[in-house]
């Protein structure tokens, strides 16, 4: 059973407008998320994270929103730009065995930003 | 400063045949991975180490082993490949327990078996 699921396979959005990303998690055990980016033939690059006791984190133009209720974390690029394409995965993060930090991953979402 | 390399990035192989996959970090990291990443199921754990002399069994651990003799090196075996494992295998590595626990990704080996 996927405890982090990414519902939208692809996404295509034209450039300039903004790009939201959608993820949900099932377990409240998570006290961080995480967002990655990953471009074809390259190994997936950290992109921004957010504790659970906070509800939004901005690095330029990328906001990632936290609504612990709802179990739901969504990714905002604003403006999308074409270098943007890529997949995007998100990861939830949780101490588990005293001494070990595990990431359960997202299937990831395609973003195609058209010119 | 490299960060987390892996070698080789391609190989085929016949079904039965083994080989090594070498993982090596230049950052003094104590937590390194191993996952494979197949279309459509995302990045899958298959082995983890939290330190120098350490390993662990990930989600998908079968048919392979690891070893982590040297604090920079993890080491990914396949003793008899089969078809199944093809796929993209990525290393990663993260310094340790604090903060939220971002992991810094090699560029990954394609690895096909026939």
């Known amino acids: 059973d996927q405890q982090v699921k990414q519902n939208s396979p692809s996404l295509s959005v034209q450039e300039g407008r903004i790009s939201i990303l959608n993820c949900d998690y099932t377990n409240s055990m998570f006290d961080y998320f995480l967002w990655y980016k990953k471009y074809p033939a390259e190994g997936p690059t950290f992109l921004i994270s957010?504790?659970?006791i906070k509800d939004k984190n901005e690095d330029g133009r990328f906001t990632v929103f936290l609504n612990k209720s709802a179990k739901h974390l969504s990714l905002h690029i604003v403006p999308s730009q074409p270098g943007d394409s890529a997949v995007y995965f998100c990861?939830?993060?949780?101490?588990?065995?005293?001494?070990?930090?595990?990431?359960?991953w997202g299937l990831g979402t395609s973003l195609a930003v058209n010119p | 400063n490299a960060g987390v390399t892996q070698t080789p990035k391609f190989r085929v192989l016949k079904t039965g045949q083994s080989m090594t996959l070498l993982c090596a970090q230049d950052?003094?990291?104590?937590?390194m991975y191993w996952y494979r990443q197949d279309p459509g199921m995302g990045l899958r754990l298959i082995h983890y180490s939290v330190g120098e002399g350490t390993t662990a069994k990930g989600e998908v651990p079968d048919g392979y082993n690891v070893s982590r003799l040297k604090k920079q090196n993890f080491l990914l075996g396949l003793e008899s490949a089969a078809p199944s494992q093809t796929s993209v295998y990525f290393c990663?590595?993260?310094?340790?327990?604090?903060?939220?626990?971002?992991?810094?990704f090699g560029p990954g080996t394609r690895l096909t078996v026939l």
């Open positions: 990663a590595s993260r310094p340790g327990l604090a903060g939220p626990g971002g992991q810094y």
């Open positions: 990861a939830a993060s949780a101490v588990i065995g005293g001494n070990n930090r595990k990431l359960i």
């Open positions: 950052m003094n990291h104590e937590y």
């Open positions: 957010i504790s659970s």
